[in-house]
T-cell receptor, first 115, second 113 residues
């Protein structure tokens, strides 16, 4: 069974500081990995995704993530956080299964940005 | 222009009532989903349809019944609503291979009083 762990429930950073959100996954084969962002009262927006190839993937809004197979991790990073980045961030893992495609989400990390 | 649209955005109803949430996507995707987000923001899949065929049916009370009249629409009907059904319900769509990721609707906040 696939699963995702986001160890940090809540992170607070100052505007302009760097950010790293952690994500660990469990999946039996090479996974598809995703990061989504949810602003208050909104749906989820895809930030970036990893299928294969280059383990460092670039996304929208200046985010990037690095896939490390040896650590079963897919951490999200941003070099300089903006106040508008305050939101809930979800890591997700998926793969093609006989029962149909599905994404399994982590429990989310809430990001607060201090001025 | 909205890619995945859900209606209504908010739904407040009394226990015991029956209600429906509608979802439509104009992306040409062949797979649609319902996810439930609880008060702790945890997202859990409920159902998935591929080309009108039910392919994922998680452990969900049978008071919840999805219906997909065509591959662009997936509705969720809930009978005999209970307080514990209060949550945000998200519709999403994707191409059948999950590697393309989902496109989500903006959610329906259901409050049962």
């Amino acid at each position: 069974a696939q699963s995702v762990t986001q160890p940090d429930i809540h992170i607070t950073v100052s505007e302009g500081a760097s950010l790293e959100l952690r994500c660990n996954y469990s999946y039996g084969a090479t996974p598809y990995l995703f990061w989504y962002v949810q602003s208050p009262g909104q749906g989820l927006q895809l930030l970036l995704k990893y299928f294969s190839g280059d383990t460092l993937v670039q996304g929208i809004k200046g985010f990037e993530a690095e896939f490390k197979r040896s650590q079963s991790s897919f951490n999200l990073r941003k070099p300089s956080v903006h106040w508008s980045d305050a939101a809930e961030y979800f890591c997700a893992v998926g793969g093609t299964e006989t029962s149909g495609s599905r994404l399994t989400f982590g429990e989310g990390t809430q990001l607060t940005v201090n001025p | 222009d909205t890619a995945v649209s859900q209606t209504p955005k908010y739904l407040v109803t009394q226990m015991g009532n029956d209600k429906s949430i509608k979802c439509e996507q104009n992306l040409g995707h062949d797979t649609m989903y319902w996810y439930k987000q609880d008060s702790k923001k945890f997202l859990k899949i409920m159902f998935s349809y591929n080309n009108k065929e039910l392919i994922i049916n998680e452990t969900v009370p049978n008071r919840f019944s999805p219906k997909s009249p065509d591959k662009a629409h997936l509705n969720l009907h809930i009978n005999s609503l209970e307080l514990g059904d209060s949550a945000v319900y998200f519709c999403a769509s994707s191409r059948h291979r999950v590697g393309y990721g989902y496109t989500f609707g903006s959610g329906t906040r259901l409050t049962v009083v």
